[in-house]
């Protein structure tokens, strides 16, 4: 499969043949605290395919940050991890992601196959090196040419010249495309990106945006996550919609946009300024006690006796979606 028959497919996974580049089934996360426990991610299925930008929204603490650090092995000691994260490469056997162990993680996936935008970029940088010297160090360990950080930087909007400065030099903004130009100096196939437009102004917002979307149209992966919509709905070909740690609804972007099925994700356009302008009113669970049921059902307008019971998983004509009312106007045509 091309990149073109990628993007030519709508970005609707069921057009393709190939598997994808990212298989997450089943996935969950859970912290111990003394007396509680955090269910960051629960039973959370997603694809991601070569060609594809899938972008993860929602508010926050709904367990975006986390699904990532899952993916490439950065969770804390406090942290389960259960379920199945494949990742394929060509010519190669997968590797599951949550049973690989910390040794391949870091020489094999972290860096090389998998990239991070990471959402703190000010904590991730080592303080007493200039970015120039951290993008070198980088450059080499993947075998790249230690020239390419000018390009790398003017790739990310940052002048050169910036690259001489040491972290604590830099602005939010500077910093956040120091680090995007670290997570792309080895060209990683699947690339993660965490809120990797902060800090930054609406014209460089839009150029990171762009060169992920340019990164997925020479055929890389991307995943993209955001709690601004109006960025997904920019680049994405796809995306997920999480509440209180699960996906709620994932479908091609143009569906999900022009036509919301479930409940939360129709409520979250709604808060956007060029629609009704109305934040979801309420608040999102506590992780450390999920009802059984449907966790949005207390905020949502469609929700009735049945909601008490864990909504299904049910397969639409593009996409899934898991809730007992789903929008009619929002099924597949
Ligand atoms: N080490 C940890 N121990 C306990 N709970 C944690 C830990 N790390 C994260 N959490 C909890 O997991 C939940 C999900 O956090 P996460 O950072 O994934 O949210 P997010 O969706 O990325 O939010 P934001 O949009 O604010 O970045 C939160 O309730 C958070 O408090
Ligand atoms: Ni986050």
């Not at 690259?163 to 690339?191: C, F």
């Not at 060169?211 to 109006?230: K, N, P, Q, Y």
């Amino acid at each position: 499969m091309t990149v073109t028959d990628a993007l030519a497919g709508t970005g609707s996974p069921a057009h393709h043949t190939d598997p994808p580049m990212l298989d997450v089934d089943g996935l969950g996360v859970r912290f111990r605290l003394r007396d509680a426990t955090v269910h960051a991610v629960t039973d959370l299925r997603l694809t991601v395919r070569a060609g594809e930008l899938l972008a993860i929204v929602g508010e926050s603490g709904c367990g975006k940050s986390v699904l990532a650090h899952a993916l490439l092995g950065l969770l804390p000691g406090n942290a389960t991890v259960t379920g199945r994260a494949l990742l394929r490469h060509p010519g190669t056997e997968p590797v599951d992601l949550v049973t690989c162990g910390q040794r391949r993680l870091a020489r094999q996936v972290r860096g090389r196959r998998v990239g991070l935008i990471p959402q703190s970029p000010a904590t991730a940088l080592n303080p007493v090196r200039t970015g120039r010297r951290l993008l070198a160090e980088t450059l080499r360990a993947h075998g790249r040419d230690r020239d390419d950080a000018d390009r790398l930087a003017d790739d990310v909007g940052l002048d050169p010249a910036d690259l001489d400065r040491y972290p604590h030099e830099l602005s939010g903004g500077m910093a956040q495309r120091l680090v995007s130009a670290l997570a792309l100096a080895p060209d990683p196939p699947l690339l993660i990106a965490d809120e990797p437009t902060t800090g930054l102004d609406r014209p460089l917002v839009d150029h990171t945006l762009d060169l992920l979307r340019r990164r997925c149209d020479a055929g890389a992966a991307v995943v993209l996550i955001t709690h601004d919509l109006a960025a997904a709905r920019r680049v994405a070909d796809t995306v997920a919609v999480m509440y209180a740690s699960r996906v709620v609804e994932h479908r091609p972007a143009d569906a999900l946009f022009g036509s919301p099925t479930h409940p939360y994700a129709a409520a979250l356009l709604d808060a956007l300024p060029d629609r009704a302008f109305r934040p979801v009113p309420g608040h999102p669970p506590m992780l450390t006690a999920l009802p059984e049921g449907c966790a949005f059902a207390p905020r949502c307008p469609r929700r009735t006796d049945r909601c008490a019971a864990p909504p299904p998983a049910t397969t639409t004509g593009d996409g899934t979606v898991a809730c007992h009312h789903p929008r009619s106007d929002g099924a597949a045509a």
